[in-house]
C-alpha cells in the first residue's frame, strides 16, 4: 500500500514563497510520474505542473516562471517551489503520483495512480 502525504501548505503574503511537499510511502519500485493540481471552491480541478520518469517538466500558463516541480527519487518525495505568489494561486492543492510497487511472490510490477489529501495555499493580497 503507497500514500502520498502533502505539507508546505499555508497563508502568505502576495509576492511571498512556498514549498509543498510530497511525500510517498509505502512499497515502492519508482515514482513514474508526478504532477500537482490545485482546485477553488467550486471549480474544477487544474493541473498546475508535472514531472515525467526522465525529468521533463511541463506547467500551466499561468504558472510559468514563477513554480517549479521536482522530485527527489532517493526520498520518494517530490515538491512544489512557488515563488511570486498572486491572491489567485489561492486553492487546496493535490499532489499525483503514478507509482511502480513490485507484486509479492513475483519479479512483476503494478502501477498505480495515487492521490495525496490536500494542503490549503491562501495567498492574501
Known amino acids: 500500500q503507497v500514500q502520498l502525504v502533502e505539507s508546505g501548505g499555508g497563508l502568505v503574503q502576495a509576492g511571498g514563497s512556498l514549498r509543498l511537499s510530497c511525500a510517498a510511502s509505502?512499497?515502492?519500485?519508482?515514482?513514474?510520474?508526478m504532477k500537482w493540481y490545485r482546485q477553488e471552491p467550486g471549480k474544477r480541478r487544474e493541473l498546475v505542473a508535472g514531472?515525467?520518469?526522465?525529468?521533463?517538466?511541463h506547467y500551466t500558463d499561468s504558472v510559468k516562471g514563477r513554480f517549479t516541480i521536482s522530485k527527489d527519487n532517493a526520498k520518494n518525495t517530490g515538491y512544489l517551489q512557488m515563488n511570486s505568489l498572486k491572491p489567485e494561486d489561492t486553492a487546496v492543492y493535490y499532489c499525483?503520483?503514478?507509482?511502480?510497487?513490485?507484486?509479492?511472490?513475483?519479479?512483476?510490477?503494478?502501477?498505480?495512480?495515487?492521490w495525496g489529501q490536500g494542503t490549503q495555499v491562501t495567498v492574501s493580497s
Open positions: 509505502g512499497t515502492i519500485f519508482s515514482i513514474n510520474t
Open positions: 499525483n503520483a503514478v507509482i511502480s510497487s513490485p507484486i509479492s511472490g513475483t519479479t512483476d510490477l503494478y502501477e498505480y495512480d495515487y
Open positions: 514531472i515525467a520518469s526522465d525529468d521533463k517538466t
